[in-house]
């Protein structure tokens, strides 16, 4: 297929360039190399063999993320059995925290792997591997951790630049900061947020201080700030192009120990191109920057363009070069006035580009954002100077007690003004459901803002009012609303098992986990399933009582009763009923009378299989997938043999759909 879009866009460039439209041609052949550039970075395929036999693969590990107790590596294998291979990227995830695997190290270990698709247990599931699959993770495995090998550090500069950030993560650790000073710090200078409490994260995310928790072109400017101040000795003696030429090399190793995301990797190469033009004497043009940055990043990971953080980088940059300035009341004229009022126009002229994506994609807009970040934009280059002097004294052998001090309450002042935005009366617009028209909409009515802004004319000011007025009639359109009836799964988990059902705008769920384990299986299907419940209007999930009954379904103990149509619940519609019975120990059996649609067996149930389903004779077995995988390939065999209708719920999803026939 992109062959065939490449020959058409070659095809219409000669075409143009015949015609001497060669505006158009340039066009279309510069579309024809993106082509040609997609289909030559594109991953390769898994072979099949990979995921039905097990091999011993060896690559070198591109990303760690740590969940005590689990580790989940990036690793990029070029070595099967022993012999090389096509590189590809693939993510392993590790059982135990032991032993720790760091970034750019070289292991071992043999794996089946399986593709990454997006297999989900019920509609609009979150997809927590959408990024990995963006960006090139073709595979994953679940490998041992008594089967891991740690060979050797990569050698290799780049490999040796991107481990230092491991020095810098023990120096913040080792530091008289506090521990939320630490875990703040190091997420600024290393970008790994794996030191930061779940309730900070939650903070800075409703009062939209996100991003300065991400690596981003504010990190990347201050950094380059305090570059030039330490080199500044350089330019007094004259030595300024040396100056020039080493702020741009520690920027780069800066961007490579972080791990060269879109937004750091932008903002490096615009501050490249700013720090040379300033060198040679040529004029500034930022949005040529901006294009440079985006050709060169494009050029080498065409997927980039589909990463959250490439579009609200590029869009927060392009929207504030647009209107930071614009939007200033006070004149260059009027430096001290300008300068200050210059935080909240930047603030605000990012949030115009980036707040609707934003809550496009998590459904979130923080409503005070403007004055936090203010505080937060004062404050931060005064928190990585002095953590920067900081971590450079401590690694020198001196410890300066009082700067640590002084960088734990400047930080304090942004988490406790965040903390405080984030208990106000409605501090976060949550539950919002934009469709595509609408940033589309946004879109349109921002370039017609930026035409009025710069040429003052009435009709500019007109299209933006009118634009807006349409963009709110579409947001205000757009409803979904959950169909009538019932829906029914069974997610695919290893611990337990679940039954979840949708009725209207209700979602509830039947467990075989303990009692204590319910406010944790809440938490994780509110995040899961939280697009599921946003399109259905569902506002909660909560657990089913052990005795219940409604107009479409009711639960005695173990047993889950559905009617497929109209009518009262009675024992004369049995013909319409379809009844789930959860098996766990042999006690749940005993007691059944009624004709069992489906008998799901899970964890727990050690009798004969072949029994169970001549005493019960329900119409299919679900061999649920938190059995143990021995004894959930016996029963299945076993049912096999014996010709009784069964299925596997341990890779495949289960759902029904019951709606009322009236």
Known sequence: MGGFFMFLLTAGAFAAAVLRRYSISILLIAMAL??????????????????????????????VRRFEPTQTLIVKIDSCNGHAIRPFRVKVSVPSSVPTVDERWRIHFPAKLD?????????????????????????????????LRIIQPEPGLLNTIRRQHEKITLLIAASALTDKTQGFLNAALTGDRSMLTAETREIFSITGLSHILALSGLHVGIIALIISLVLLPLRLTGLNNLRTILTIILLWMFAIMTG????????????????????????RAPFNSLCLAALLILLFTPQAIYSIGFQLSFLAVISILLF????????????????????????????????IVSAYYFNILPVYALPVNFISALLLPLILGGGIVLLSANAAGLQWLWLADCVDSLYSIILSASTFASTL???????????????????????????WLYRRRPAGLAATIMLSVFTVFITASFRCNAD?????????????????????????????????ETGDIIDSYTQKYRLFMLKRGIDSIRPLPAH???????RHDNLLTFRTHSGRLTESSADSLLTILMVYDKSHVSDCDRHISYALVCNG????????????????????????????????????????????????????????IH
């Open 34 to 63: 993106g082509c040609l550039d997609s289909e030559l970075h594109a991953p390769p395929q898994l072979p099949t063999e990979f995921s039905q036999h097990s091999y011993c693969f060896s690559g070198v590990t591109t990303e």
């Open 115 to 147: 593709n990454i698709e997006y297999d989900p247990d019920l509609p609009d599931e979150i997809d927590y591997n959408s990024s990995l699959r963006r960006s090139g993770v073709i595979g994953q495995a679940l490998v041992s951790p008594d089967s």
């Open 260 to 283: 060269l995301s879109p937004s750091v990797v932008r903002a490096v190469i615009m501050a490249s191109v700013l720090l040379i033009s300033a060198m040679l004497q040529r004029v």
């Open 324 to 355: 930071a300035e614009k939007i200033n009341p006070f004149s260059r004229r009027n430096a001290i006035a300008y300068t200050f009022a210059a935080y909240p126009a930047v603030t605000l002229a990012a949030l115009l580009g980036t707040g």
């Open 425 to 451: 009366p409605g501090a976060v617009a949550d539950g919002i459901l934009l469709h595509p028209f609408t940033i589309a909409a946004w879109f349109v009515t921002l370039a017609a803002f930026a035409i």
């Open 484 to 516: 009538p009836g019932a829906e029914l799964y069974i997610p695919r988990t290893g611990r337990h098992t679940s039954v979840i059902i949708r009725h209207d705008n209700t979602l509830v769920f039947a467990t075989t986990a303990r009692n204590h």
């Open 548 to 554: 219940c009954h409604s107009g479409l379904f009711s």
């Open 605 to 660: 149930f050690r009798g004969d299989i072949r029994d169970l389903a001549a005493e019960i004779r329900p119409d299919t077995i679900l061999l649920s997938a938190d059995l143990n995988r021995r004894r959930h390939d016996r029963y299945r065999q076993e049912l096999t043999e014996a010709d009784i209708p069964h299925r596997s719920l341990r890779n495949t999803p289960f759902s029904i759909i019951l709606k009322p």
